[in-house]
T-cell receptor
Framework: KAGVTQTPRYLIKTRGQQVTLSCSPI?????VSWYQQTPGQGLQFLFE???????NKGNFPGRFSGRQFSNSRSEMNVSTLELGDSALYLCASSLGAGGTDTQYFGPGTRLTVL | DAKTTQPPSMDCAEGRAANLPCNHS???????VYWYRQIHSQGPQYIIH???NNETNEMASLIITEDRKSSTLILPHATLRDTAVYYCIVRVALYNFNKFYFGSGTKLNVKP
């Protein structure tokens, strides 16, 4: 079974621009979660989507948003990019049943903001 | 979710068992212990999880103390490819609650 895929793998943007990242979950998985990883803050939870609805949200500003499509693929958008948004963005998919649902991570998208 | 405490780094000789400790003294009854590892700038990889009984799979063993306030991940025969940051996470097992809080992790250095 194919794993979680993320596109693009690397991205360079300038301040003020916006960016969209894509995540395709493992087949059959209905939940997609997004995380930001920086050297200073570590891995931080952004939000989770399940059945096209945001189900859980972390503590990030409204510039960070996402959506999920009917095929469970998800996109994450960051508007008005700041230098501090440079990070590895990871998505993880799971069945979505909650409980002891295990999350499986993709390889990440490395975003650099200049 | 309960917070976890892990040593920032550990060394292990290749071929020997690596024992990675985790303290989660405020864990509550419905929280599971999960372990993931991250090899340099790749996505975290699931290793194992448990509630109160010891667990074993093809990658590792998880030993949870009787009071559940701490646990140990055991890699029985560490190889150089096991060099990674290992994260211990406690996570409430509730329907529709699906977020993980990652701490700082332990950097395991496996040496030849």
């Amino acid at each position: 079974k194919a794993g979680v895929t993320q596109t693009p793998r690397y991205l360079i943007k300038t301040r003020g621009q916006q960016v969209t990242l894509s995540c395709s979950p493992i087949s059959g998985h209905r939940s997609v979660s997004w995380y930001q990883q920086t050297p200073g803050q570590g891995l931080q939870f952004l939000f989770e989507y399940f059945s096209e609805t945001q189900r859980n949200k972390g503590n990030f500003p409204g510039r960070f948003s996402g959506r999920q499509f009917s095929n469970s693929r998800s996109e994450m958008n960051v508007s008005t990019l700041e230098l501090g948004d440079s990070a590895l963005y990871l998505c993880a998919s799971s069945l979505g049943a909650g409980g002891t649902d295990t999350q499986y991570f993709g390889p990440g998208t490395r975003l650099t903001v200049l | 979710d309960a917070k976890t405490t892990q040593p920032p780094s550990m060394d292990c000789a290749e071929g020997r068992a690596a024992n990675l400790p985790c303290n989660h003294s405020t864990i509550s009854g419905n929280e599971y212990v999960y372990w993931y590892r991250q090899i340099h700038s790749q996505g975290p990889q699931y290793i194992i999880h448990g509630l109160k009984n010891n667990e074993t799979n093809e990658m590792a063993s998880l030993i949870i103390t009787e009071d559940r306030k701490s646990s140990t991940l055991i890699l029985p025969h560490a190889t150089l490819r096991d060099t990674a940051v290992y994260y211990c996470i406690v996570r409430v097992a509730l329907y529709n609650f699906n977020k993980f809080y990652f701490g700082s992790g332990t950097k395991l250095n496996v040496k030849p």
